[in-house]
C-alpha cells in the first residue's frame, strides 16, 4: 500500500481543461496510483477530450448553471461509484472579454453568473453529493493565494467567498459526518485559464521573481498538494486555506525586486 492509500478508492475530478490544468495533474497522479476516478464536464467538446485522456473512466456532463443536471449528477454517482472518497473542485468563470474594469463598475450580470459558478456551485454539488460522499470524505476547493489581488478583477472576492464557504461546509456537514472541506490556495500558475486574464502574464513573471527560490510555481506542485488533501492522509486538515505560492506572500519585499522598481 502506498503512503496517500488512493487505491480502488473513487474521486469526482471537475474542471480538467487539458494537459496543462491542475485538475488534470490530479487526476493523472490519482489514476497512477489506482485510483477510480469519475469526471464532470460542462460541455459534450470536454466531454470528449477527457474519454481521449482518461478512455475507460465515466465522463459526466454537468452544466453547474443548471439545479437539475447537478442533481443528475448526484444521482448519476450514486448508481455508479456508490460512494466517493473525495471531490475536486475546479470550477471558476469570469467575464473578461472587455478586460479588467475598476471593481465598482463591475455588472451584477457578471458577478452573480461568476458567483454561481465559480463559488456556489461548490455549495450545490456538495449538497447532492452529500448522500454519496463516504462519512470521512475530503473536497477540494482550488482557490488563489491572494484574493486582494487587483489583476484577477471581481473574481478575487468571489474567491474570497469560496475560501470562507469550505469553514461554512466544514462546519454543517460536521453535525452528520466527518466529510471534510478546503480551499487550495495557489500563487500564479502557466495555465491556459490563467492566460485568459488580460494581463496576467507580466503578474506570471513578476510573481517569480517575488519566490523565494526565484523560480516559478508549477501546476504539479499544486496538484500534488491537492491530491495530499484529497487523501486520507490529510484528514486532520478541513475548514481550511492551504496555500501553495512558493513562498511568495512572504516575499512581497524582495530587496532585489524592490532595487529595481525604485531606481
Known amino acids: ?8 478508492k473513487n474521486f469526482l475530478i471537475t474542471g480538467v481543461a487539458n494537459k496543462k490544468s491542475i485538475a488534470y495533474a490530479v487526476a493523472k497522479t490519482l489514476s497512477d496510483e ?13 466531454q470528449a477530450k477527457i474519454q481521449e485522456l482518461f478512455p475507460t473512466r465515466p465522463v459526466y456532463l454537468c452544466d453547474v448553471a443548471n439545479e437539475d443536471q447537478i442533481k443528475s449528477l448526484g444521482q448519476h454517482l450514486k448508481n455508479d461509484a456508490q460512494e466517493i472518497h473525495g471531490f475536486l473542485h475546479s470550477i471558476a468563470f469570469a467575464n473578461f472579454k472587455d478586460g479588467i474594469k475598476p471593481f465598482h463598475e463591475t455588472s451584477w450580470e457578471d458577478f452573480a453568473q461568476s458567483s454561481q459558478i465559480s463559488l456556489y456551485s461548490l455549495v450545490a454539488l456538495s449538497r447532492n453529493l452529500k448522500d454519496v460522499f463516504h462519512p470521512s470524505a475530503s473536497v477540494v476547493a482550488l482557490s488563489i493565494s491572494n484574493t486582494r489581488a487587483t489583476n484577477y478583477g471581481y473574481l478575487g472576492p468571489i474567491k474570497a467567498a469560496l475560501d470562507s464557504s469550505v469553514a461554512f461546509l466544514s462546519k454543517s456537514f460536521s453535525s452528520f ?15 491556459t485559464a490563467s492566460a485568459g486574464i488580460p494581463g496576467y502574464v507580466k503578474n506570471y513573471l513578476f ?3 517575488l519566490t523565494l527560490r526565484k523560480r516559478a510555481l508549477t501546476t504539479e506542485e499544486v496538484a500534488n498538494a ?38
Open 1 to 8: 500500500m502506498s503512503f496517500l492509500n488512493v487505491e480502488n
Open 207 to 209: 510573481a517569480e521573481k
Open 177 to 191: 459526518s466527518e466529510v471534510r472541506f478546503n480551499a487550495l490556495c495557489a500563487g500564479p500558475l502557466k495555465t
Open 226 to 263: 491537492a491530491v495530499f488533501l484529497l487523501s486520507e492522509r490529510s484528514s486532520g486538515i478541513t475548514a481550511s486555506c492551504v496555500v501553495v505560492d512558493a513562498g511568495m506572500s512572504a516575499n512581497y519585499f524582495d530587496e532585489s525586486v524592490v532595487e529595481k522598481s525604485t531606481l
Open 34 to 46: 489506482g485510483a477510480n476516478l469519475f469526471f464532470s464536464v460542462q460541455t459534450e467538446a470536454q
